[in-house]
């Protein structure tokens, strides 16, 4: 079976009649390719010529009469010409091939060295570079728009969180002093409804440092403040103070560690809160949310079991993406969907690790490893419970 020819169309500006005939001749030589080659005698009309798109590639000679090429390949350029342009020359001394290269030339070939095959590799090769690397000008320039948009939206979040603090701030002290206005005034009603909206500050507190967080860590801008902490403390601290938001909930701890870790303390206490609390809200119907210890040569590991509705296997993968919301369960709890984010964000800050299990109708339960502190990671492992 034959092999179909492609089509290139060659502009050649050349002063000289009897080189473009030779110049056709030459390409019509070349098998599997066909050429068509568009001729233009005067710099002038070239150039002209140059700004239609109906050609691949140009071929300028370096002497047009009185003109040079060398001018011709400067205002191209200057103009916008994007297309591969070889200079050509019946001269080949002095350095002419390089004033080519630097006014704007792919390629430089002297007249007598064109034969079919070697113009037609280097019309190839020169069309080829020139889309790689207008391919590559294209990423790049997508690659700094993107940059700057999000350089934009980074600094648009942060500014609108800041701002958002100081009467969020003022609001929670507002609530909090007329909860106990009403508390010495007797007012039951008006200290039920001050509990609640202090509540309800709390939770948009917690959303506006979701965003921060979320902002900090994309911006690479998240610091982490490491010492040795013992993890169990830890633990117990973040459980108890979780167990005074919910009276539904008893929360329950199996195992011990006796370890120390080295981190952001109160980073890794918001990994805690973060799976606690999202136990709590999507369990809702449960009465019991279990927290697992264990250690081992080199890490600790946390496991935070509900006995809720589970996640479908499908979207298990992608519940640590940002925003995402479990499909079927986004009336259950309200939220961001950026806790589960920030949380595998910060372990893995941590050189640990974060997974989830689950099983529809059986509960879920997020686990993650922490190393030890360089100290205890020689020590023998304790057993669970211990």
């Not at 997508?142 to 942060?158: C, H, L, P, V």
């Not at 609108?160 to 009403?182: A, M, N, W």
């Not at 519940?319 to 309200?334: D, K």
């Amino acid at each position: 079976m034959a092999t179909k020819a492609s089509h290139t169309t060659v502009l050649l500006i050349e002063d000289d009649e009897e080189d473009y005939i030779l110049l056709q001749r030459l390409l019509a030589k070349v098998p599997h390719q066909r050429y068509k080659v568009l001729w233009e005698q005067r710099p002038e009309h070239g150039l002209a010529h140059m700004q239609r798109d109906d050609h691949d590639i140009c071929l300028v000679d370096y002497r047009l009469g009185a003109a040079s090429g060398i001018d011709v390949l400067k205002e191209a350029r200057k103009q916008g010409y994007t297309r591969p342009i070889i200079m050509l020359t019946g001269a080949s001394e002095g350095n002419i091939d390089i004033q080519a290269l630097h006014a704007g030339a792919d390629d430089y070939i002297t007249k007598d060295q064109l034969q079919g095959e070697l113009l037609h590799r280097l019309i190839r090769y020169a069309i080829e570079r020139k889309k790689a690397e207008q391919e590559r000008d294209r990423l790049l320039r997508e690659q700094i728009i993107r940059d700057e948009r999000e350089a934009r939206r980074t600094e648009f979040i942060s500014m609108v969180v800041h701002e958002l603090k100081t009467p969020i701030t003022s609001l929670k002290g507002y609530s909090q002093l007329l909860g106990r206005r009403c508390e010495r005034m007797g007012d039951a009603q008006g200290m039920q409804l001050a509990t609640r909206m202090d509540q309800q500050v709390n939770r948009l507190t917690g959303l506006i440092d979701d965003l921060l967080d979320i902002n900090r860590m994309e911006g690479n801008r998240l610091r982490l403040r490491e010492s040795d902490f013992a993890f169990d403390d830890l633990v117990e601290e973040v459980m108890a103070d979780i167990q005074l938001t919910t009276e539904q909930h008893t929360l329950v701890k199996e195992g011990q560690t006796h370890a120390t870790i080295r981190g952001d303390r109160e980073r890794i206490g918001q990994v805690l809160t973060n799976l606690l609390t999202n136990a709590i809200k999507y369990a809702p119907a449960s009465d019991r949310i279990v927290v697992r210890l264990a250690r081992d040569e080199q890490s600790v590991t946390a496991s935070v079991q509900d006995f809720g509705p589970g996640i479908p296997a499908e979207q298990q993968e992608r519940v640590f993406e940002p925003f995402y919301r479990i499909q079927g369960q986004e009336t259950i709890a309200s939220g961001l969907g950026l806790g589960l984010t920030i949380a595998a964000n910060l372990v893995a800050r941590h050189q640990g690790k974060i997974w989830v299990e689950s099983e529809e109708g059986a509960g879920t339960t997020f686990s993650f490893t922490l190393p030890l502190a360089p100290r205890q990671a020689d020590q023998p492992a304790l057993e669970v419970g211990r």
